[in-house]
């Protein structure tokens, strides 16, 4: 699978400074801003014939405040990344079931 390093998001480049699982910590150099997300994955997929293989992303624009944030001071975001990391080791794994065929 594709590891997310870098995104780009609105015109502006972001690449990766600190990842912990699937959390991670951008930066944004022109503005100086950070983005503290939860990286998303698919399993790849097919879209007309095209075959994406799998990868990670960063969160749609609908999804932030749940799962992205955006911060103009570096001790911001790392302190929202360490409450990430925090729940990640809290919070048990997910079991998806799948229908039998």
């Given amino acids: 699978m594709k590891q997310l390093t870098q995104y780009r998001k609105h015109g502006n480049d972001f690449l990766l400074i ?11 150099k022109k ?3 950070y983005e503290v ?4 994955s698919h399993n790849g997929r097919e ?3 095209n075959v994406i293989p ?7 624009d609908e999804s932030w405040g749940s ?3 955006t911060y103009t001071i570096e001790a911001d975001a ?3 990344f360490d409450e990430l990391c925090e729940i990640a ?3 048990p794994p997910k079991t998806i079931t799948v229908p039998a065929t």
Avoid at 20 to 25: K, Q, T
């Fill in 78 to 80: 790392l302190k929202k």
């Fill in 47 to 49: 879209i007309m014939g």
């Fill in 31 to 33: 503005y100086n801003s």
């Fill in 67 to 69: 799962k992205g944030w």
């Fill in 54 to 60: 799998p990868a990670e992303f960063a969160p749609s």
């Fill in 18 to 28: 600190k990842r912990s699982g699937s959390v991670g910590i951008f930066q944004e």
């Fill in 89 to 91: 080791l809290t919070t």
């Fill in 37 to 40: 997300i939860t990286i998303q």
